[in-house]
């Protein structure tokens, strides 16, 4: 005897009704008379025949799903979004500031407490959030800002504008992001009103941070915290980036240049327990500032361009 669901007939019938016109299996179930289990083997076996095939449209956004899945298991990050590669550098920072700003309106949840670092990709970001949904969001800047130079790149400029974006609350640091020596780093860092802004990283849901590279282009160049040699010496002991204005070798290891370290703000350390911490980057000048910024755990969630994605899959060390 024929069975229910080797039935041709009743599989195309059910696959219209729940496929086409959008009924509940429960329904058909009781238009048919027949089990909700039954249904439910009649659209498997739809599939499993070929007389239903489910495809995911090639959409710009998840152009490049299998390389993103890639990525997210072979350095073990919670997600990977990739963008196309650019002629220009100004072309991708609005693309990666565009996609971050996208994904961050999606991630932000009420009451969470979210932090910024500084930079001109992160200006791209603020700039490309305009469907905020969430309540009650406190923004923080994760380093000082209160230099002489390009004000709009500043970690204050950015969380402050964020804050006014959701009509959430901005909590400053009223501080330089680098001082001159560490002796004035510590006595800043133990004045109350400074101390509360940086103690807020241990209870940030969300950082977004840039991850740099010290040359004549970089933000940290641009808002004029570092000169010509004391960059020269940075690439000098093989820096591979920086994050928050603090620097790294290729493998996340900050040691090398604690000397260099007088900035005002969270400990780049920091973001390693902070839940989601997105890490913008592109360009293939920025591998090893991104490689460097994932063998830290400074970063969970990346978001490149493809040329860096690719060449993150074809050399995993």
């Known amino acids: 005897m024929k069975k229910v669901v080797d039935d041709v007939r009743l599989m195309v019938k059910v696959c219209d009704l729940y496929y086409n016109q959008n009924i509940s299996q429960q329904q058909i179930a009781k238009m048919l008379g027949l089990s909700r289990p039954t249904v439910s083997r009649l659209l498997s076996s739809s599939r499993e025949q070929g007389i239903v095939k489910i495809t995911i449209s090639n959409l710009d956004e998840i152009r490049y799903w299998e390389l993103e899945r890639e990525l997210e298991k072979m ?4 997600e990977v979004l990739i963008v196309d590669s650019c002629g ?4 991708l920072k609005v693309l990666l500031g565009k996609t971050a700003g996208r994904y961050l309106e999606n991630m932000i949840k ?3 407490v979210v932090g910024i670092s500084m930079g001109s990709t992160l200006r791209q970001v603020v700039e490309s959030v305009t469907t905020p949904f969430a309540r009650d969001v406190t923004f923080v800047p994760l380093v000082g800002g209160m230099g002489q130079l390009r004000m709009e790149l500043h970690a204050n400029s950015l969380a402050e504008e964020l804050a006014s974006i959701y009509g959430g609350k901005f909590i400053p640091l009223h501080a330089p992001a680098r001082v001159s020596s560490a002796k004035i780093r510590d006595e800043l860092c ?6 509360y802004a940086i103690r807020q990283a241990d209870r940030m849901n969300i950082a977004i941070v ?20 004391e960059m020269e010496s940075l690439i000098e002991r093989n820096v591979a980036g ?6 790294y070798d290729v493998h996340g290891d900050t040691s090398p240049f604690y000397e260099d370290n007088n900035v ?3 400990d780049i350390h920091k973001l390693c327990k902070i839940p989601n911490t997105i890490g913008i980057a592109g360009g293939i000048s920025k591998l090893p500032a991104i ?3 994932i063998s830290g755990h400074y970063i969970n969630i990346l978001i490149t361009d493809v040329r860096c994605a690719s060449a993150l899959a074809a050399n995993p060390s």
């Open 75 to 78: 350095y073990s990050l919670k």
């Open 88 to 91: 220009s550098d100004e072309e």
């Open 110 to 112: 009420d009451g969470n």
């Open 190 to 195: 133990r004045e109350e009103t400074l101390a």
């Open 210 to 229: 840039g991850i740099g590279y010290p040359n004549e282009s970089s933000s940290i160049a641009a808002t004029g915290y570092f000169k010509d040699n």
């Open 242 to 247: 920086d994050i928050c204005m603090q620097f």
């Open 264 to 266: 005002i703000g969270a």
């Open 291 to 293: 490689r460097g910024a």
